[in-house]
């Protein structure tokens, strides 16, 4: 079948439409013979068609004949239960619907001045005698047919077991068109999602699989030569900024080196601080450049024993860090880049609000870490860009006395986000900034 199957988008949707022709003929087709057999085999039908055959006759019959005419029908066809009655005999039944309907019967004049004057349905006849019908001939005589059939009447329009085939009909087509319609527009749907996935976290390849439509098939290929062009220029790109960033280090050492052979003094302390500081931005750079993950293995982390410990060392050195945790809350992370995270968000809260506060807690299948300060905080429109490299805030919250240069959160969301998780910037009641992290609770 791949062998005739059309390449082009174009041809495939022709053979659908021709396809649906064909199907909806066939369907037609097998209908009205499934019907006709219905009709020709249902014992109903019949005995309406020879209900019919025998009033119809009934009505050219003279009347002084038609006892004798009955007489020879009741011999020729026992089931049919046709008897000439007084007008006074019919009884009083519940009149028809507004539209002259009663049942599947429509009262009035039918053919050759025979008239349905009323139908006594089961509701209206006592406990199993059959539905009668009573009809006026053109005489004025009146003629009573007691149903005495294995079936009811037969509705209008088709009987339940033609409509079943009918339904299966359809429901193979729908079937059959939505599985055609997939092989057509699926390949366009996986194009699409691997387009928006790209490049979210890293640019790392995902190959996309080429099939469907050769227009489809084509973009699929030039969309996988796009990952492998883009990833190997990022490549190039880091590894260049790495390598700069990482010779850089020579000359600092060497100027270190020379300014610890000077007296002490002024020039010399301030000298050191810029060399610290041009050390700790290098380092956060090579961080970042890494993708803010040091390619360590992941573990399960008991979180509440991590934050405690990291609240510890912080006390150490005199910082203020309350922390309210939830016991028995643990993911699977790497315990050295999360700790970078986590301290990076509590110096940044340190440093702006001159204090932190962390809670943890669960909410749903997720661990929620909340870093709270009640500093200056950040506007609501400022807060996605602060998320990303070399970025900065603010005047409020400015980098004082020219420290570090717009990675740290950028660098805690590439880590976060390496183990599944969230960072999203929020603001505290009251005033202040919350940074929130959401990981996924490990079994």
Not at 111 to 118: A, R, V
Not at 238 to 267: F, M, Q, W
């Amino acid at each position: 079948m791949a062998r005739f199957w059309p390449r082009s988008m174009v041809f495939q949707v022709l053979l659908l439409l021709c396809a649906v022709g064909v199907i909806m003929i066939l369907a037609g087709a097998a209908g009205g013979f499934l019907l006709k057999q219905s009709f020709d085999r249902s014992p109903s039908a019949m005995t309406a068609l020879l209900n019919s055959l025998a009033i119809s006759k009934l009505n050219e019959v003279p009347a002084e004949s038609r006892g004798e005419f009955l007489e020879d029908l009741r011999e020729q066809a026992p089931n049919l239960k046709i008897s000439v009655i007084a007008d006074s005999e019919v009884p009083d039944l519940r009149p028809p619907r507004s539209d002259g309907r009663k049942g599947p019967f429509q009262l009035g004049e039918t053919l050759f001045g025979i008239e349905l004057i009323n139908v006594a349905g089961r509701g209206e006849q006592p406990p199993g005698v059959p539905p009668t019908l009573y009809f006026r001939l053109k005489d004025g005589d009146v003629v009573q047919v007691v149903w005495d059939a294995p079936k009811p009447p037969p509705l209008p329009g088709p009987e339940p077991r033609i409509m079943l085939p009918l339904i299966f009909v359809g429901v193979t087509f729908l079937g059959l068109m939505l599985w055609a319609a997939r092989g057509v527009v699926r390949p366009l749907g996986n194009l699409a999602a691997a387009a928006a996935g790209f490049g979210h976290k890293d640019t790392k390849p995902v190959p996309l699989d080429e099939h469907g439509p050769e227009e489809v098939r084509a973009a699929a290929r030039a969309f996988n030569r796009m990952q492998e062009r883009i990833d190997e220029f990022v490549k190039r790109r880091t590894e260049t900024l790495a390598a700069i960033s990482h010779d850089l280090r020579t000359p600092l050492t060497r100027l270190r080196l020379r300014l610890d052979l000077l007296d002490d003094g002024e020039i010399k302390d301030r000298s050191l601080a810029d060399l610290e500081l041009m050390d700790k931005q290098i380092g956060q750079a090579l961080m970042y450049l890494r993708g803010g993950s040091s390619s360590g293995p992941k573990a399960r982390i008991d979180l509440p024993s991590l934050l405690q410990s990291i609240v510890d060392q912080y006390a150490d050195t005199g910082l203020s860090v309350d922390l309210k945790v939830v016991p028995g809350l643990g993911i699977n992370a790497n315990v050295d880049d999360l700790t970078r995270a986590l301290c990076n968000l509590i110096d940044n809260a340190n440093h702006y609000a001159s204090g932190a506060e962390i809670i943890l807690e669960p909410s749903g299948s997720f661990a929620r870490i909340d870093i709270i300060d009640h500093g200056p905080g950040i506007p609501e429109a400022e807060r996605a860009r602060l998320l990303d490299p070399f970025e900065r805030g603010d005047q409020a919250r400015q980098i004082r006395d020219g420290q570090g240069f717009g990675l740290g959160l950028a660098i805690s969301k590439t880590i976060v986000e390496g183990s599944e998780g969230t960072l999203d910037l929020l603001e505290t009641m009251n005033g202040g900034l919350t940074v929130r992290l959401q990981f996924l609770l490990a079994d």
